[in-house]
């Protein structure tokens, strides 16, 4: 299955089930919302799982593009994403949470073709405040999935304090070998996933109080899916990134790692982009530097003639496209270029700075912190520009 094919697949499959399709199209929450960024599928929702009346209704779904800057460090590796689409179902104190499990074991095995044996469960086994979730075991276990109770793998909330609930989170056996183990034992398989049953609010003392609308919330990783789906061990290696793959390995001499992380954050830049960010010092924009900073210092680590001018343009075409933005590939090109001008820029006033007598090697966290303060040259820039002298 292809991309279009998979989000099709979804979204067909829950509409013929009354649920209404909402927009999930912008990274940039609502006005009033305090956070920069839109993280999950579930963000929008939260007045409404918490008892808002929806404008379109108790069953909705939505393909909703994220941005999470906490896995920074982990980009690079084989499945980590800065910008990723979650598909979300939910059900807004309409059916239960024993129908919604059934209805993903439904599409999973029927709708994406994954084998029964392949699959496996972990649901809530109980702690000092909530009682075993003895629903979604039963479910499961007159599905016939195998299932596994864990206490903290299997308790979702969106913070500290808000709606939470006891979980299921479904895994796909992605092995070479037939399935084997369970999801806490063996890390072949693979969680794609996660249907909460949103029935608690959490107050600040740590109290839980039943919620009046107990609702039903589920979140599924496009890319991820996309990985087992089309039998990959790489995001990176789905058709989604084929573009990617396929034109800048031969432009960028970068090992792996390095030129997974310049694609992620190249293709991040894009979207952010698109969405009417641009860079600056601070907000929204400071994380769009940040990430348009960390991709240069990676591509010029060994190399300095390595330029973003030489980015085709189909990858910024496809990248809009598929995110639905209708900006052309020109003006963010042109955003592209002026950044690395200003890149440029900092990285010869860094190395003036640098060269002074009073910066000692090894530097100091002190050291860092001026460089960062006073000439704005951030903490991975300094250590790029130590590594290249």
Same mark, same amino acid.
């Given at each position: 299955?292809?991309?279009?094919?998979?989000?099709?697949?979804?979204?067909?499959?829950?509409?013929?089930?009354?649920?209404?399709?909402?927009?999930?199209?912008?990274?940039?929450?609502?006005?009033?919302?305090?956070?920069?960024?839109?993280?999950?599928?579930?963000?929008?929702?939260?007045?409404?799982?918490?008892?808002?009346?929806?404008?379109?209704?108790?069953?909705?779904?939505?393909?909703?593009?994220?941005?999470?800057?906490?896995?920074?460090?982990?980009?690079?590796?084989?499945?980590?994403?800065?910008?990723?689409?979650?598909?979300?179902?939910?059900?807004?104190?309409?059916?239960?949470?024993?129908?919604?499990?059934?209805?993903?074991?439904?599409?999973?095995?029927?709708?994406?073709?994954?084998?029964?044996?392949?699959?496996?469960?972990?649901?809530?086994?109980?702690?000092?405040?909530?009682?075993?979730?003895?629903?979604?075991?039963?479910?499961?276990?007159?599905?016939?999935?195998?299932?596994?109770?864990?206490?903290?793998?299997?308790?979702?909330?969106?913070?500290?304090?808000?709606?939470?609930?006891?979980?299921?989170?479904?895994?796909?056996?992605?092995?070479?070998?037939?399935?084997?183990?369970?999801?806490?034992?063996?890390?072949?398989?693979?969680?794609?996933?996660?249907?909460?049953?949103?029935?608690?609010?959490?107050?600040?003392?740590?109290?839980?109080?039943?919620?009046?609308?107990?609702?039903?919330?589920?979140?599924?990783?496009?890319?991820?899916?996309?990985?087992?789906?089309?039998?990959?061990?790489?995001?990176?290696?789905?058709?989604?990134?084929?573009?990617?793959?396929?034109?800048?390995?031969?432009?960028?001499?970068?090992?792996?790692?390095?030129?997974?992380?310049?694609?992620?954050?190249?293709?991040?830049?894009?979207?952010?982009?698109? #969405?009417?960010?641009?860079?600056?010092?601070?907000?929204?924009?400071?994380?769009? &530097?940040? %990430?348009?900073?960390? *991709? +240069? !210092? /990676?591509?010029?680590?060994?190399?300095?003639?390595?330029?973003?001018?030489?980015?085709?343009?189909?990858?910024?075409?496809?990248?809009?496209?598929?995110?639905?933005?209708?900006?052309?590939?020109?003006?963010?090109?042109?955003?592209?270029?002026?950044?690395?001008?200003?890149?440029?820029?900092?990285?010869?006033?860094?190395?003036?700075?640098?060269?002074?007598?009073?910066?000692?090697?090894?530097?100091? #966290?002190?050291?860092?912190?001026?460089?960062?303060?006073?000439?704005?040259?951030? &903490?991975? %820039?300094?250590?790029? *520009? +130590? !590594? /290249?002298?």
């Amino acid at each position: 299955m292809n991309t279009e094919q998979t989000l099709r697949t979804f979204t067909d499959f829950y509409r013929e089930r009354g649920h209404h399709l909402v927009t999930g199209s912008s990274l940039l929450p609502p006005p009033s919302d305090p956070v920069l960024f839109t993280t999950s599928g579930m963000h929008p929702l939260t007045p409404y799982l918490q008892g808002r009346p929806h404008p379109h209704g108790r069953r909705l779904l939505n393909v909703q593009r994220c941005l999470r800057t906490t896995d920074l460090d982990e980009i690079g590796d084989l499945t980590h994403l800065t910008v990723f689409e979650m598909l979300g179902s939910w059900s807004l104190g309409d059916y239960g949470h024993s129908q919604s499990l059934r209805w993903g074991h439904e599409l999973l095995s029927d709708g994406f073709g994954i084998p029964h044996d392949r699959l496996h469960v972990t649901v809530f086994g109980g702690d000092d405040q909530v009682g075993p979730d003895i629903e979604s075991l039963s479910t499961w276990r007159e599905l016939g999935v195998p299932v596994e109770p864990t206490v903290e793998d299997n308790w979702w909330s969106n913070g500290p304090v808000g709606p939470c609930g006891p979980d299921s989170e479904i895994f796909v056996w992605t092995g070479d070998t037939s399935p084997r183990g369970t999801p806490t034992t063996d890390p072949r398989w693979v969680e794609i996933w996660n249907h909460v049953h949103m029935r608690y609010h959490r107050h600040e003392d740590g109290s839980l109080e039943p919620l009046r609308q107990p609702s039903v919330d589920t979140g599924m990783g496009l890319e991820r899916l996309l990985t087992v789906l089309q039998g990959h061990n790489s995001v990176y290696e789905t058709d989604l990134f084929e573009p990617w793959t396929r034109l800048l390995p031969p432009l960028w001499d970068l090992d792996e790692p390095s030129m997974r992380l310049v694609c992620d954050h190249l293709r991040s830049g894009i979207v952010v982009l698109g #969405d009417g960010v641009r860079p600056s010092n601070t907000g929204r924009g400071y994380v769009l &530097r940040r %990430l348009l900073r960390r *991709l +240069l !210092t /990676t591509l010029r680590r060994d190399g300095s003639d390595r330029t973003l001018s030489d980015l085709p343009e189909e990858l910024i075409e496809h990248t809009l496209d598929h995110f639905r933005q209708p900006c052309g590939a020109g003006p963010i090109r042109d955003e592209l270029l002026e950044e690395e001008r200003r890149f440029t820029k900092l990285l010869e006033r860094g190395r003036r700075v640098l060269s002074r007598s009073e910066f000692q090697r090894p530097l100091t #966290d002190e050291d860092f912190g001026y460089l960062h303060d006073t000439h704005g040259l951030p &903490r991975d %820039l300094v250590a790029g *520009l +130590l !590594t /290249t002298r």
